[in-house]
């Protein structure tokens, strides 16, 4: 067990719908990050948080959106679902941002599996 | 352009094999990490190794060993004597500098290594 806890685990729905994944992330972590992998695109950084404020972006669509919560967990929300949206989504977390002590170790969770049918 | 190559996609030996995988980065950076991460059939991406663009000494943690040269951007991954148990996608991860104090992560495609027994 990674510390790092990522619900639902699997999730299917179909198009045009919309999910929520949740993600706790280690205790004492300020940083989370949410991450895509499907077959073709491979592992794909969505966008990151650090102790509820948004740092950086990578190729997240319009239709999804994420925050962090005070409590420091985070939901990532996917809306007007379309098939090719199907893949694994990973929530990593790590201590904070990455300073002078070098860039942070990701300690990710166990996944959790959509299907868009 | 892609940061992280991972030129082998599949890697098959039987056990007791040694297998090695290569990571060829980009970077124009003088300051950056390199990680090796480990997905097993069960999922979750496991973190394996670090290693900061100043320290080329090689590292070897009991089985695993890597190979860092800077000269030629690569940082290489060999497990000595395979066992069943290392069967998984291994990907190779870089961390950039975004500012002076965050760090953004890309990651190789992976390679599946398989070990028969």
């Known amino acids: 067990d990674s510390g790092v806890t990522q619900t639902p685990k699997h999730l299917i729905t179909a198009t045009g719908q919309r999910v929520t994944l949740r993600c706790s992330p280690r205790?004492?972590?300020?940083?989370v990050y949410w991450y895509q992998q499907s077959l073709d695109q491979g592992l794909q950084f969505l966008i990151q948080?650090?102790?509820?404020?948004?740092?950086a972006k990578g190729n997240i669509l319009e239709r999804f959106s994420a925050q962090q919560f005070p409590d420091l967990h985070s939901e990532l929300n996917l809306s007007s679902l379309e098939l090719g949206d199907s893949a694994l989504y990973f929530c990593?977390?790590?201590?904070?941002?990455?300073?002078?002590?070098?860039?942070?170790?990701?300690?990710f969770g166990a996944g959790s599996r959509l299907t868009v049918l | 352009a892609q940061k992280v190559t991972q030129a082998q996609t599949e890697i098959s030996v039987v056990e007791k094999e040694d297998v090695t995988l290569d990571c060829v980065y980009e970077t124009r950076d003088t300051t950056y990490y390199l990680f090796w991460y480990k997905q097993p059939p069960s999922g979750e991406l496991v973190f394996l190794i670090r290693r900061n663009s100043f320290d080329e000494q090689n590292e070897i943690s009991g089985r695993y060993s890597w190979n860092f040269q800077k000269s030629t951007s690569s940082f290489n991954f060999t497990i000595t004597a395979s066992q069943v148990v290392d069967s998984a996608v291994y990907f190779c991860?870089?961390?950039?500098?975004?500012?002076?104090?965050?760090?953004?992560?890309?990651f190789g495609a992976g390679t599946t290594v398989t070990v028969r027994a």
């Open positions: 205790s004492g972590d300020l940083s």
């Open positions: 948080y650090y102790n509820g404020e948004e740092r």
């Open positions: 991860a870089l961390s950039e500098p975004r500012s002076s104090n965050d760090y953004k992560l890309s």
């Open positions: 990593a977390s790590s201590v904070g941002l990455a300073g002078f002590a070098g860039a942070n170790v990701l300690t």
